[in-house]
């Protein structure tokens, strides 16, 4: 008996642990899986210089005040990078993912003080770009209904938004009868449009404007290579087709080389007489 006690002990303990072996393995198979599914920033299509060099982000600006809207996307990560921006003095304006940890809270700090507040829309990229599930995205295989069930959570999840701009989607914006659909959404919630413009062949701008919705498209990427020289590089581009056109917009993300160009460039900015405006300012 003494035996057979002893053997059932050890099949108890022998069972206990292949039991935690086994879920140790399961635990960090997902977490292996998780790491595939991390965010990471979006990164742009590259727009031919030429045609990059000749967006106007509004038609016929003309105006002595040279205008400058400069639109930082994918915050709701972090926010004490987000504070960091807003501390800058300028009118930056602030796109912010749905359902993240932060994102209501950032939208909050930025609403009460004043700075525009954009929901950065997830759309389909091309190519296989891995996003967490929770940042469901906008596709050709969803109808109008389903896209206004989505947008409408989107918007209901982020205070204080008065525009959207789009989340990737190089794929989805150059479908003009999907953005169409988008564009009908946006009018309906009196909500304005700025085509980040990550691909050549978006139809987001010009299905914008002959929807009804008022509508900018960005001129310049700030930050596609993470240098702080570059990205001041980048912020000459934008004083420069402000210089030239009136206006321009620039897009870059919550990087920190990002912000530590911004925070030398913005005085640079302000002394060369070239005004900071909320994005709002410069849609038509």
């Known amino acids: 008996m003494k035996k057979s006690g002893f053997y059932k002990l050890w099949a108890i303990i022998f069972t206990i642990i292949i039991i935690l072996l086994v879920s140790l393995g399961i635990v960090l198979y997902k977490q292996k899986g998780n790491k595939n599914r991390e965010f990471r920033y979006e990164v742009y299509d590259r727009i031919p210089l030429e045609l990059e060099n000749s967006i106007v982000s509004r038609d016929n600006l003309k105006s002595d005040v ?7 996307d994918d915050l709701g990560w972090n926010k004490e ?5 807003l501390d800058i003095d300028a009118s930056i304006s602030f ?3 749905p359902n993240l940890k932060f994102s209501k809270a950032i939208a909050d700090e930025a609403g009460f003080k004043g700075r525009d507040v954009l929901l950065h829309l997830p759309m389909e990229p091309h190519g296989d770009i891995a996003e967490p599930p ?12 389903d896209m206004n069930i989505l947008i409408t959570d989107y918007i209901s999840s982020i205070p204080h ?3 959207v701009n789009n989340h990737m989607g ?20 009196n909500l304005f449009f700025i085509d980040s413009f990550t691909t050549p062949k978006s139809m987001g701008y010009q299905t914008a404007k002959k929807s009804g919705v008022k509508t900018a498209r960005r001129n310049v990427f700030l930050d596609n290579i993470e240098d702080e020289e570059y990205i001041k590089g980048q912020i000459e581009k934008l004083i420069n087709l402000s210089q030239k056109n009136g206006s321009a917009i620039g897009i870059g993300h919550p990087h920190h080389q990002t912000l530590a160009a911004l925070q ?3 005085p640079l900015m302000k002394e060369k007489g070239i005004e900071i405006v909320p994005v709002s300012e410069l849609v038509n």
């Not at 990078?81 to 921006?85: D, E, P, Q, R, V």
């Not at 929770?134 to 209904?145: A, I, N, S």
Request: cysteine-free.
């Open 66 to 72: 040279k205008k400058v809207a400069i639109i930082i």
């Open 81 to 85: 990078i987000a504070k960091a921006f």
């Open 95 to 97: 796109s912010i993912l």
């Open 134 to 145: 929770f940042l469901k995205q906008l596709t050709d295989k969803m109808d109008k209904d």
């Open 161 to 163: 938004i008065v525009g």
């Open 170 to 189: 190089s794929k989805f914006t150059e479908n003009g009868q999907y953005t169409k659909y988008v564009m009908e959404i946006l009018k309906n919630k």
């Open 264 to 266: 030398k460039m913005v």
